[in-house]
């Protein structure tokens, strides 16, 4: 065993304060951290009782922890989390700083055990407390937070409808709301792909251009028309938004839905025809505009507007009342829907008249069309009426035509097939 | 029967050790904290970190809050001291050292390290002096914890094989009850077998 010289030189170079006291608390040995870190010189304090300086110690469970460490031979401790315990030393930390004192870590380790010495030992562990401090009060905000984002989440779940989709355009998440509108449980749902979701309404259109928006890796937004479980047809708008998966490095899709039903129908009812169903004359104006504007026509490419009367509609009127007028005008538009193109725009002039634009037609399609819904017309029967014709008016588009030249040209002809006995086709 | 090298002297051993050790912390706690009670006698296993966790779900009850207050002890023989209380024995416990009707919390948290400080000095010092090796403690820490979840799923992970000694402690007139573990993992397993080893030679040799 070698022997220390000089251990007051060690213990002044520790960065801990270390005393020596006995059971009665009269201190027998004060290091210069002691000294330095309380102002209270070594010579002020060997000899005194620590009680005359720190009376703010509990002194009995002081008495209590010396005596077990004594008569245990082994060290025991203050808790190192709490402050205040033993002798409040200031901190001189002046930039930004939680505590006002130290917070230490105490240690009381048998010194002299036949004389009833013990040694102190004061850490200063007010950094990593501090640390601990504010990592405690981050982890609450975390906590909080978490809360925040749980709550946030449950209203979402309950309220809005989305979905989370994947590169091939299966749903890997849905919101309770998505389930319990659409009237399916979440495992027939989740892994089909939007479409069968979505129901026959969508798959020629709509969830084709999410898919498409997806293939592409780009934002979306649109509407999009579903069928329910319970057959009820729905529209939404949608807007679809990439999503990095960082922990996985794959990419998904959140899909935003808002029931735009209602809005869709007051819409619809502003463009249709209420008896017919058919487009009505304001919805017919704003597509016959936006189809001379938005195209260019030339002579090769080039579009037809067809205008159609029911002969002597006034008479079927005043003979078999109205509700059989209406019948007649219901069934003409039903048949004339069935025999025009794809493509084709059909609407009700007004009164027994029907106009049709049909789009990339020269004058001789345009006027086979006509004929075959002069056809068509004249194979209808009707209990009351019996048989009914029609007379049609064809015009084509040619450079410089407006749309009140079009149906100018178009109206004459109706005009002249009217004057040349009805039942007939002519354009001008 | 063999657990990981530990045979039936070993663990005999083990166990006569840790009953004359509780014995020991017994008495130390009547005359240092004038508590009398009693150690029930301690079970010694050799498990893994799940086997830990489960065995600590058994013992300890989900539905109170602990104070669970850990040390490390180090040397030939090392590993870590857990001390469970439950929130209302700590209570008591903090009534009955600071002798005031509502101890503050700071007076509980006290409390529960000076008896943890007593029970590992007593129990870990009077084994490693029966095992003829020195042992150094560490600065104890107690946390206060929700039901039984006293072991972290990194532990879980990162530790093999570990020792587990559990005991009751019962002090009835003051009502606190506590639970001991002592865990020691891996090498020390081995460590401790060379010195029961020893033990066992010096005893019959």
């Known amino acids: 065993m070698v022997t220390i010289p000089y251990p007051n030189v060690l213990l002044d170079a520790l ?137 946030d989440k449950m209203i979402i779940d309950a309220n809005l409808l989305i979905t989370k989709i994947d590169e091939e355009c299966r749903i890997v998440e849905a919101t309770q709301a998505f389930l319990e509108f659409f009237g399916y449980k979440k495992e027939s749902v989740i892994g089909e792909y939007l479409s069968q979701v979505f129901g026959d309404v969508s798959v020629d259109f709509d969830t084709i251009q999410i898919c498409d928006a997806i293939a592409r890796q780009q934002k979306w937004s649109g509407e999009v028309k579903a069928v329910l479980a319970n057959g009820e047809e729905v529209w939404f708008d949608t807007v679809v938004t990439p999503l990095n998966d960082d922990e996985n490095g794959t990419l998904s899709y959140t899909v935003i839905f808002h029931d735009i039903s209602d809005k869709k129908r007051i819409e619809l009812l502003s463009i249709t025809d209420p008896l017919t169903k058919l487009f009505n004359r304001h919805k017919f104006n704003e597509v016959f505009e936006n189809m001379i504007r938005r195209r260019h026509w030339d002579e090769n490419h080039t579009f037809g507007l067809i205008i159609a009367d029911v002969d002597h509609f006034k008479r079927v009127n005043d003979t078999y009342g109205h509700q059989s007028g209406d019948k007649v005008l219901i069934e003409v538009a039903h048949v004339f829907s069935q025999t025009i193109r794809t493509g084709d725009i059909l609407a009700r002039w007004g009164g027994e008249e029907f106009v049709c634009l049909l789009p990339d037609v020269d004058m001789e399609k345009a006027l086979y069309v006509a004929e075959k819904l002069r056809l068509a017309v004249e194979e209808l029967h009707f209990a009351d009426a019996g048989t009914i014709t029609s007379s049609f008016g064809v015009s084509i588009f040619t450079p410089g035509d407006t749309q009140e030249s079009m149906i100018h040209r178009a109206d004459s002809s109706l005009y002249r097939a009217k004057e040349n006995g009805r039942n007939r086709v002519e354009c001008i | 029967m063999q657990q990981n090298g530990f045979t039936d002297d070993h663990l005999d051993m083990l166990r006569e050790l840790m009953n004359i050790a509780m014995g020991n912390a017994t008495a130390s706690i009547a005359d240092l904290l004038e508590a009398f009670g009693k150690m029930h006698i301690p079970q010694i296993m050799i498990s893994d970190m799940e086997g830990l966790d489960s065995y600590i779900q058994q013992t300890i009850p989900n539905d109170q809050r602990n104070y669970v207050t850990k040390q490390l002890f180090g040397g030939l023989f090392s590993g870590e001291f857990l001390f469970v209380i439950s929130e209302e024995s700590a209570l008591h416990l903090g009534h009955h050292l600071y002798d005031v009707d509502k101890p503050s919390d700071g007076d509980i948290l006290d409390a529960v390290i000076e008896l943890t400080n007593i029970l590992s000095a007593t129990i870990i010092s009077r084994l490693t002096e029966e095992l003829n090796t020195k042992v150094q403690f560490f600065v104890p820490s107690t946390e206060r914890v929700d039901g039984n979840s006293l072991i972290s799923q990194e532990d879980i992970i990162n530790y093999h094989r570990i020792i587990i000694i559990s005991t009751e402690m019962e002090f009835q007139h003051q009502n606190i009850n506590g639970q001991i573990f002592i865990l020691t993992k891996d090498g020390m397993i081995g460590s401790l077998k060379e010195l029961i080893d020893r033990k066992l030679e010096e005893l019959y040799a």
């Not at chain 1, 309380?38 to 720190?54: C, Q, R, V, W």
């Not at chain 1, 917070?103 to 640390?131: A, F, K």
């Open chain 1, 15 to 151: 960065e801990i304060g270390v005393m020596v006291i006995d059971e009665s608390f009269e201190i027998r040995y004060w290091n210069q951290w002691l000294e330095i870190n309380t102002a209270h010189p070594a010579s002020e304090m060997i000899g005194k009782n620590l009680h005359d300086f720190y009376p703010q110690i509990d002194y009995k469970v002081f008495a209590r922890k010396i005596r077990t460490t004594l008569r245990l031979a082994s060290p025991t401790f203050y808790d190192a989390s709490l402050q205040n315990r033993f002798i409040e030393i200031p901190r001189t930390k002046i930039t930004t700083s939680l505590l006002i004192n130290m917070q230490l870590q105490v240690t009381i380790s048998p010194y002299i055990v036949e004389e009833g010495l013990v040694m102190v030992s004061i850490y200063d562990i007010s950094d990593l407390h501090e640390l601990k401090l504010t990592l405690q009060s981050q982890m609450e905000k975390i906590s909080e937070l978490n809360c925040e984002l749980h709550r």
